[in-house]
């Protein structure tokens, strides 16, 4: 089975720009997560989908972050434009929909950002 | 609001001796837990975790967990660390509709 795919692995901007990152979950995963790891820090869920709908974006800096879960497959997550602070390893997740009191998430291996 | 602490950055162990992590969560009901390792470049890897019953959860790779509700503690151990353990470790919640927090985590460095 194939896991959770990211692009790009790496990415260099400056300031200001704009940057997209993609994620393609496990075939069959309904519920699909974007996390940003500051250097330092554990991972913080940015955005929830659940199938194409957002279960929780509450952390989501909406003024410059945005996601899109087209289709309710693939994802592409975007911020413009780009702060210093957000250099960081965005992580995308996804978890089936079996119900129960929790669906274990996997992860991809993330996309390093790096903001000059 | 539910959070996770780990109290120690890093950690260095040899190889061959024995290993604990610290974790304490704070959460209103029963909480579930996990541990999860990251290996340079790699994504989230899940070790082990506990939603139930027997306190004493056997995860992958030899690590164990177990859960103290009277301490607020889910610490990580393994007896004998080997060189490939290096990695940084992170204790989780769940925080609702699947919701993961996480602490900051703990980096594990092993000496030959």
């Known amino acids: 089975e194939a896991g959770v795919a990211q692009s790009p692995r790496y990415k260099i901007i400056e300031k200001r720009q704009s940057v997209a990152f993609w994620c393609n979950p496990i075939s069959g995963h309904a519920t699909l997560y974007w996390y940003q790891q500051i250097l330092g820090q554990g991972p913080k869920l940015l955005i929830q989908?659940?199938?194409?709908?957002?279960?929780?974006d509450s952390q989501l800096p909406k003024d410059r972050f945005s996601a899109e879960r087209l289709k309710g497959v693939d994802s592409t997550l975007k911020i413009q434009p780009a702060k210093l602070e957000d250099s960081a390893v965005y992580l995308c997740?996804?978890?089936?929909?079996?119900?129960?009191?929790?669906?274990?998430?996997?992860f991809g291996p993330g996309t390093r950002l790096t903001v000059l | 609001a539910q959070s996770v602490t780990q109290p120690d950055i890093h950690i260095t162990v040899s190889e061959g001796a024995s290993l604990e992590l610290r974790c304490n969560y704070s959460y209103g009901a029963t909480p579930y837990l996990f541990w999860y390792v990251q290996s340079p470049g790699q994504g989230l890897q899940l070790l082990l975790k506990y939603f139930s019953g027997d306190t004493l959860v056997q995860g992958i790779k030899g690590f164990e967990a177990e859960f103290k509700r009277s301490q607020s503690s889910f610490n990580l151990r393994k007896p004998s660390v080997h060189w490939s353990d290096a990695a940084e470790y992170f204790c989780?919640?769940?925080?609702?509709?699947?919701?993961?927090?996480f602490g900051a985590g703990t980096r594990l460095a092993v000496h030959p």
């Open positions: 989908f659940q199938n194409n709908g957002v279960v929780d």
């Open positions: 989780a919640v769940t925080g609702g509709y699947n919701k993961l927090i």
């Open positions: 997740a996804s978890s089936p929909n079996r119900g129960g009191v929790y669906n274990e998430q996997f």
